[in-house]
């Protein structure tokens, strides 16, 4: 953290939480904007959390057989071009090299936009029995995506991501592990991140381009709008017919595997932000916290202060992320307000009463709490409380989601609730992909997923034609 | 692995060298080539290899301090130009993207060769006070440069590495960065990829474009040529003058910090290929083998085998990274072979008399040895066999390179040595350009550094031209 700056103030959430967002992102340096537009730098915090998400996610990518691979990060136009919905989705929005060093290149190349055609290039040359299957691939890495209206983690020309890309022998196969993968990403995003997710299947409109079904995970952030979080593609064979990637079956047949693909990407870190951050800041939940305590010695210049504050750092690193904020230029109080700002868990105080006391003070960041705990059990009760604030930062996040959460039956309510009181909107849908598009053009709102929980709202007929449904659908406005 | 295949010939490396090369990396499914030329596939095999070594800088770098960010891919051609060693370098192999979409840029942007530009234009922007300094980032990313003529792993247009990126208050505390790191880089390579280095400073001719000095550690490969392997440069002031970046110093003095950059590559996975292995394939060294045991059952139909099998496994594993070959279309014999390609250090059989003897079968990939152990003790006997197999490998390699490293005092004996038993050869040298060039004419042979641990070489006359000589060199023709 910088020390010659003083404590910044931050836009309250409930006037612009656009410039909220903004705020928070610079001046706890989690990111900044790059001489590149819509490229931005990840700063030394938000890459500690990203490294944490990471984590957390190949170590079940691992858990469950997937084995990391890297491609080149360029693709040949005519590779881009074989899959005819994929080129039609992605052409408009990659980057193009044209030239190496001084000479112009025969053929132009584009930079990953995803990495589909590339690797299915590859798969053909190597796949020839059914004994090889599954491929269980998985890469992390950049990708471009020229936007033109681009905001720090939710939305940039390039951004970190992972991709996995999988081939199976039958399509029940693609199928379980489409969805196998969906359920990971809930898992982390739900235990690490505490960010609650509505499930489900993307309707064709919303769904990858090239892709058999897409489904995703979806979140609401502060504001009501919601975040496409982590989606997950049953390919089916599209990619590997257009490929021409074959084995030979069990029966001897030749046949074409079935694909799947899936990703998510530093978008989590924005979540985060949007779902669990104050008008004090951020608000980082502990199991992806890159700093879990920060201990601020008290009167610091007293004998045996900072002595005492260092041996307890040495002895909390041996169970937690800890830093110490020993500067001598700034006030505890101002020391208090940086290290709220950056969202860290919990806040250690240790002074002279309290080492006289045999104590110290937790402060969480969460909720306005402070407790003064023996430095006996100072391991143990730091881990509960850390455990709490996982779990209350959850149900809190829940909580407002599901505050936010409203039925419409009609056009009218709707627009109205996305108008007034926005959040996600569950709805009868006909299944038409003109009463989507209407409702888009009329409210803004769109199809976030056909969940897998179908609930009953008391009604069959579409919110937007009045014909009959058979599914419920979440609609939100949505970055 | 693939199990339709049959063990693959390797070319004999005394025959040819490069085809053995390429034979061992694609064979053992390392690494393939591309649809882009010049550019590789990372298969999961080589790619466990690069998370083995990517694990072992990380946890260095963080030791002492440095923090992990990113930058972006794109380089503006205005940035890239404004050091002017800098462009002159890196400009004629660099990937220029021109297109956004359908759009046709405004401003060339290049694919990052390096990122100093980048980093220091955003240094620039965030520096203020001396109490910032040290700035001490690092970056894992992927970099572009245009080449001609590659080889997986050791030249190819798109590399991994990292890029760190320091900058100091003082010129001694940048050196003392630079050299710092050099020593890291040495360190992982001898201990984890069992590679000895010389270690030395780069003339001025080999520096990297816009550095004070450049720093290196070479190795030496099989078959006598030597292979840059990492490199640390003190930048000095050249790239913060250039990108005007302040800071107000002590007392109270506008000054230019001091500048270091540092990088190792997939590189070291070509080093590590062409330092340890054989006729029979790759060898890698425990400490970063994906693989360190690989279980074979022998006679696996008879009853008992394969549980046993699948209970060692698990007792191994809470230890080891183990793997098992239970597929039941080969032949033992044919799996010993492809598991020797692969390099796995240790081999266990375990067959239904080493089952009755309560013992199993150790075979080790660096010698032709084979042992028995007791499975009460098997935990122990394997640590120490994978420490000794570790320790081993650096001997050998140590020795060939001593085998290999030759005197000499004139260019006869220099151009003797190098068209017939090529390896390191230490000569003087008088420091003059013209020399260096003209050795480089004759002799394909390159200064790879003027190393730390000078030598008394009986004379003080430069190898070339005779002329009174203070620095000893170390010469090799190089990858």
Chains 1, 2 share one sequence.
């Not at 612009?16 to 992102?25: H, K, L, M, R």
């Not at 997710?197 to 079904?213: I, L």
């Not at 039956?409 to 926005?422: A, F």
Request: with cysteine; proline share 4%.
């Amino acid at each position: 953290m910088a020390n010659n700056q003083k404590v910044q103030e931050i836009t309250n959430m409930d006037k612009d939480f656009a410039q909220w967002y903004t705020d928070v992102v610079l001046k706890t340096e989690m990111a900044d904007y790059s001489p590149v537009r819509g490229f931005m730098v990840i700063r030394p915090y938000g890459y500690a959390i990203w490294e944490n998400i990471q984590k957390a996610y190949d170590k079940r990518f691992k858990d469950t057989g997937h084995k990391n691979i890297y491609f080149p990060l360029l693709i040949p136009e005519s590779l881009l071009e074989k899959e005819a919905e994929h080129v039609e989705g992605f052409a408009p929005e990659v980057a193009w090299v044209t030239h190496g060093g001084h000479e112009k290149l025969e053929e132009r190349l584009c930079i990953r936009p995803t990495s589909e055609t590339i690797m299915c290039s590859m798969y053909s040359k190597w796949l020839r029995s059914w004994r090889e299957l599954p491929y269980l691939y998985n890469q992390w890495n950049n990708v471009v995506r020229w936007e033109k209206s681009t905001r720090p983690f939710l939305r940039t020309s390039e951004f970190l991501w992972q991709e996995g890309h999988t081939l199976h022998e039958t399509a029940e196969e693609a199928q379980a592990e489409t969805l196998q993968m969906l359920g990971i990403y809930r898992e982390i995003a739900e235990e690490f991140l505490a960010i609650p997710m509505v499930v489900g299947r993307k309707s064709d409109k919303e769904k990858f381009a090239g892709a058999a079904a897409t489904y995703t995970m979806e979140a609401l952030m502060h504001d009501g709008k919601a975040l496409q979080s982590g989606t997950s593609h049953n390919l089916g064979q599209h990619f590997t017919k257009a490929f021409d990637i074959t084995f030979t079956g069990r029966t001897g047949e030749i046949e074409n595997p079935y694909h799947t693909s899936w990703g998510v990407s530093t978008r989590l870190i924005g979540g985060l932000i949007m779902v669990h951050g104050d008008n004090n800041g951020l608000v980082v939940p502990p199991k992806i916290a890159p700093t879990q305590i920060v201990i601020i010695p008290i009167a610091q210049h007293k004998e045996g202060v900072l002595d005492k504050a260092y041996d307890l750092k040495k002895e909390l690193e041996k169970n937690f992320r800890v830093e110490i904020d020993d500067s001598d230029e700034y006030s505890p109080g101002w020391k208090f307000n940086q290290w709220e700002m950056k969202g860290v868990p919990i806040r250690l105080e240790i002074g002279p009463r309290d080492i006289k006391n045999n104590q110290v003070v937790l402060a969480r960041r969460d909720k306005n709490e402070k407790v003064s705990v023996s430095l006996d059990t100072i391991n143990e009760d730091i881990e509960k409380l850390l455990e709490d604030i996982q779990s209350s930062l959850f149900e809190k996040a829940k909580k407002m989601r599901d505050e936010k959460t409203y039925v419409a039956k009609n056009m009218d309510e709707l627009e109205n609730i996305i108008k007034n009181t926005p959040g996600f909107v569950k709805s009868m849908w006909c299944g038409d992909a003109e009463c989507e598009q209407k409702i888009k053009e009329q409210t803004g709102a769109t199809i976030r997923c056909i969940p897998f929980e179908q609930e009953d709202l008391g009604t069959e007929e579409c919110v937007c034609c009045s014909g009959k449904s058979e599914k419920m659908v979440y609609l939100a406005r949505a970055y």
